[in-house]
């Protein structure tokens, strides 16, 4: 996957915007990113697990942008398989940032980042995605989770572990709402100390809103920030204890994944770690 392929992607089925200058920006486990001159960017998948992914944000997520108050990058084209590339792909906008988890937002972001939360967790329809990793009720990551917690040994300490299963005994509580799924640093943009945008929503579907609310371990350094989030969100006592499992969960997640190849990825994870047992 290069510039090449790209060009040869618009060139193809957006002619008008294929003479504009094709650059790699970045990747990730699941896609591509090429910028398109100044205000746009490419999102292709790179493997067949990312196909379904991107036709999730192609489906929901200009519905979804229309009340979220914070930018997205809800599709602008289509793109389908051709030129012996096999996934559809997509013409987003391009988002100026620095990711959260090397530029974290400042405390007064806290509201807005509940604010969105709250504009994004409405009750979702039947035929939302369901995701069989995010949303679901932490009994279902146990396995999983745990593996992970006896791969990493004493990296993950024992209060982490214990809100881990305060967590996992916590009663569930209302109907499905929309989710990002994927809500951590990498995911959040930051410019000039404000949150610019929320990107990759490849795992967006329905589920316990808990899920994202995890991502306020991720984004915010302070105690002080984080209690912000909870309390202009109205998190209850048993979604602040769910919250605090899938911070964990996605904690553990991270840093195991940055064992193997990716020090930015162990460092994320353990920040997070570090966080949710600091509180709140």
Request: with cysteine; hydrophobic share 45%.
């Amino acid at each position: 996957m290069d510039a090449g392929l790209v060009l040869a992607l618009l060139a193809a089925q957006h002619p008008d915007l294929a003479g504009l200058p094709i650059r790699p920006a970045t990747s990730g486990w699941d896609n591509a990113l090429f910028r398109l001159g100044d205000g746009l960017a490419v999102r292709l998948p790179r493997r067949a697990a990312g196909a379904p992914l991107i036709l999730n944000e192609q489906r929901w997520l200009p519905d979804l942008a229309a009340r979220l108050p914070l930018p997205v990058p809800a599709p602008v084209r289509l793109g389908e398989a051709g030129c012996g590339y096999p996934y559809a792909w997509s013409v987003i906008p391009w988002f100026t940032g620095t990711p959260a988890d090397l530029s974290p937002p400042d405390a007064g972001e806290a509201e807005g980042l509940a604010r969105f939360l709250r504009a994004l967790h409405r009750p979702a329809p039947a035929d939302a995605p369901r995701n069989p990793t995010r949303g679901v009720a932490l009994s279902e990551r146990a396995a999983a989770v745990e593996a992970r917690m006896d791969r990493l040994g004493p990296l993950v300490g024992l209060k982490a572990k214990r809100l881990w299963r305060d967590g996992l005994a916590a009663p569930e509580e209302g109907p499905p709402t929309w989710l990002h799924g994927d809500l951590h640093g990498r995911n959040v943009l930051v410019n000039a100390g404000r949150i610019s945008a929320v990107i990759d929503w490849g795992d967006v579907c329905r589920g316990d809103p808990a899920t994202d609310l995890a991502g306020v371990w991720s984004l915010f350094e302070s105690l002080e920030a984080r209690r912000a989030v909870l309390d202009a969100y109205g998190v209850s006592e048993a979604m602040l204890r769910r919250s605090r499992g899938w911070a964990v969960a996605f904690g553990v997640m991270l840093l195991d994944a940055g064992q193997v190849d990716d020090p930015r990825l162990a460092t994320a994870g353990a920040a997070t770690l570090a966080r949710v047992v600091e509180g709140p």
